[in-house]
């Protein structure tokens, strides 16, 4: 899906663009060639007069003051007849190969076309020998074609779409934009046009459409759907606009920044839009505090270069298809409103951070750390990925299918994280925190079309999250959930996560693909589900229960296989509903638990009667122990069945045992006495209606019941089961071992039946 999203985004993309381009050609007529303004009125006397010897050009001279020429309307005071000899157009617009030059002693020079029709500059205007700006403007819009050259004075040129009163004008000889300014015109400055050497600064401002796609040599200012006032002698908006300026009917305005010739960079000072932006060019952000603001959804596909001013500039969220670079500054994107998608390059500053924090995140392109791919040796210094939504509301998800390699702490915060198939995170210092919602059904995931996803965190087939320093870990956790996470469907992880210790905190733990710890490794499991991979027995052509177990992979130390130390926070005495638990250690495995430093290895009192008859499964390739944690916990308490088994073949667990592994009751801090207890009596059915079938399993030939170093008398560990039950042993020798070991260490009230057994285990013992 994720590339059906990428195809058909970019396809949209395109169509947009070869649209914009198409409306900016398909276009009024242009003026014809040598074509000059015809004859206008003014404020003020003035002189308009050919050129000798050519009469493709011409010349208006200005008066003192701030002069307005207008053409079309009610005229004003003076009128100024074209001159003889000329080809002229009945507003002000100059055809290709003409030249007009506006010159003279104005302050500030307002030309107003209110003739209808779009102004249009495909010729030559030049005005550098004016001693204050110039401002063209027409409701009807203003084109400069691709054939136009513009020279604008020091105090540079103002386009815009807008109808400028000339009487204001006259006396102040600047330019105010707001709700109350009539006009919309599409102003467009198309590929190809050009702004003469010296050029001051260039202003192209519409409430409608802005199209701008020209190289100047001085600041540019782009607004639409803005208000302002230009500052006195100049065209620079004063001060800069901000969200608050926008105009209440400026969200449907549209900038589109189109490719200038000759694959020139356009550098924007500001851009303020109301609505859209779309930039298909090489475009440049200078540094500055307040220079971009994009109400609504900014598309980019070309180049947009220096970007620390996307951070909370976006409110309408952010496309990219193109590249964003950011060369001097950690990379800053934030959308209060929209969504955040990068399907092309993000490229930060080497040494830089990135930080993203939208309504939603999609990271499908590609990362880049000071241009060059990103690694474990080029990465960012910091990631963080944030959903708006969190902590209210319900929506927020974060889609990554890229690599993404950081120092200390990536962070990521959402209602849902789902890490696809070409997802890996890395923190190469430090540790890895994910923290996911904990109700996926309310979260939508815009990017892929899903109304209502089934878990809060997944990790896909072949996607990672690592943790590489020593002492590093993964920490998942339902942050915004209560103690029960009843609505949660939890973490389904078909990936790897890999760390020395692994911290996951969730209502269900499930999946195919694992979790993978070096040898002393950790992993910690908080759940108020189950932890096992419910597919896997189907997924095998069986159905067996051993299938359906959560992989731990346990690195190696030298040529032996390592440890992990696995601790069970779970299950939860409020849960009616048995918990499976089910995992397969490919190395050796010491079960630590968060419930046995309380519990004695007698019947447990009272306060876990609300325990439910739940089904432990832990299958290792190696040893099997139970850890005292140090000697601090003289029991591991399970509430139901138990089955452990050693030396198992990964492949198969059903096989039997190999001769060398083992069992432990304990490690070397001392013995751990296994109970199982649920008061109950299991001839009669548990909180969740099951009956019988809550023994312990012990499927090893090696038992070990005395693992201490302590010197004699040597403790021996005891096995406390519930009434109606039994322990279950690979051969007889051993269950007669067990017997004569245990003596009156051996406990269960009330017992019918054989408690000590051979046979084999039957299905419905455990529940898939």
Do not use: C
């Amino acid at each position: 899906m994720g590339w059906k999203s990428v195809a058909l985004g970019s396809t949209a993309l395109s169509v947009l663009f070869l649209a914009a381009n198409a409306a900016v050609a398909a276009g009024p007529a242009a003026p014809a060639a040598g074509s000059l303004p015809g004859a206008f009125s003014s404020n003020s006397a003035v002189g308009y007069t050919s050129l000798a010897g050519s009469p493709t050009t011409a010349t208006i001279a200005t008066a003192g003051g701030n002069n307005v020429l207008q053409w079309g309307g009610t005229a004003l005071p003076n009128k100024i007849t074209a001159p003889s000899g000329i080809t002229t157009n009945p507003g002000f617009s100059i055809g290709s190969g003409a030249t007009l030059t506006i010159n003279g002693g104005a302050s500030s020079v307002l030309v107003t076309d209110l003739t209808g029709s779009p102004s249009q500059v495909f010729g030559a205007l030049n005005a550098s020998a004016l001693g204050g700006p110039l401002f063209v403007s027409n409701t009807n819009g203003v084109i400069v074609g691709a054939t136009g050259v513009i020279t604008a004075p020091a105090a540079g040129v103002g386009l815009l779409g807008y109808a400028v009163d000339p009487t204001a004008f006259a006396g102040s000889g600047t330019v105010t934009v707001n709700n109350a300014t009539a006009g919309a015109g599409t102003v467009t400055v198309a590929s190809g046009a050009t702004f003469g050497a010296g050029s001051g600064p260039v202003l192209v401002a519409s409430n409608g459409t802005v199209n701008f796609g020209a190289a100047p040599s001085a600041a540019t200012y782009v607004l639409a759907g803005y208000g302002f006032t230009t500052a006195a002698g100049s065209v620079t908006p004063t001060p800069a606009p901000t969200p608050a300026s926008a105009l209440s009917s400026g969200g449907s305005s549209v900038v589109n920044l189109m490719p200038a010739a000759a694959n020139a960079t356009i550098t924007v000072t500001q851009l303020f839009t109301g609505g859209a932006a779309n930039n298909s060019a090489n475009l440049i952000l200078p540094t500055g505090a307040a220079n971009m603001s994009v109400g609504g959804v900014l598309t980019n596909s070309g180049v947009i270069t220096e970007t620390s001013e996307l951070n909370g500039t976006i409110p309408g969220g952010l496309v990219n298809q193109g590249v964003i670079n950011e060369n001097a500054l950690p990379l800053v994107i934030s959308s209060t409103k929209g969504n955040v998608q990068n399907l092309g390059v993000l490229n930060v500053s080497a040494g830089g951070s990135l930080t993203i924090a939208a309504a939603n995140v999609d990271l499908e392109g590609t990362v880049q750390v000071g241009g060059k791919a990103i690694s474990s040796t080029n990465a960012l210094s910091t990631l963080s990925l944030t959903t708006t939504a969190i902590p209210a509301g319900s929506g927020g998800v974060v889609d990554i299918n890229t690599s993404l390699f950081s120092g200390p702490n990536p962070f990521i915060v959402a209602n849902a994280i789902r890490l696809l198939s070409s997802a890996a995170i890395t923190a190469t210092a430090g540790n890895v925190y994910l923290y996911p919602g904990t109700n996926a059904s309310a979260v939508s995931d815009p990017f892929y079309g899903i109304a209502a996803l089934e878990y809060t965190m997944s990790v896909f087939p072949g996607a990672q999250v690592q943790a590489t320093a020593p002492g590093s870990s993964i920490t998942i956790n339902n942050l915004f959930g209560g103690t029960s996470f009843g609505n949660s469907p939890g973490v389904n992880l078909d990936g790897t996560l890999s760390a020395p210790t692994i911290n996951i905190t969730a209502n269900n733990i499930n999946g195919a693909g694992g979790l993978s710890v070096p040898n002393a490794g950790a992993i910690n499991l908080t759940f108020y589900g189950n932890v096992n991979n419910p597919h896997g027995a189907a997924n095998n052509g069986s159905t067996a229960f051993q299938y359906n177990y959560l992989p731990v992979a346990v690195g190696l130390n030298g040529t032996k296989a390592g440890t992990a130390t696995i601790s069970l926070a779970g299950p939860s005495s409020s849960n009616t509903t048995d918990q499976n638990v089910n995992i397969l250690v490919n190395g050796n495995v010491l079960l630590a638990d968060g419930l046995g430093a309380a519990v004695a290895p007698t019947v447990p009192t009272a306060v876990l009667s609300s325990y439910a008859n739940n089904h432990l499964v832990v299958s290792a390739t190696g040893n099997v122990g139970l850890s005292s944690n140090g000697g601090a916990t003289t029991a591991f308490y399970w509430p139901g069945f138990v089955y452990l088994a050693s030396g198992i073949t990964a492949s198969n667990p059903t096989l039997a045992p190999n001769a060398t592994a083992s069992i432990a009751l304990g490690d070397t801090s001392g013995v751990v006495n296994l109970t199982n207890l649920i008061p109950a009596d299991l001839t009669t059915p548990d909180v969740s209606g099951q009956t019988g079938h809550g023994g312990v399993v012990y499927l090893t030939n090696n038992l070990n019941l005395s693992p201490a170093t302590t010197p004699p008398p040597i403790p021996v560990a005891t096995t406390t089961i519930s009434n109606n039950s039994w322990v279950n042993f690979l051969t007889a020798a051993q269950a007669a071992a067990f017997s004569t070991a245990s003596g009156s260490n051996f406990k269960g009230a009330t017992i019918t039946g054989s408690v000590v057994n051979t046979a084999q285990l039957p299905a419905a013992d455990f529940q898939p």
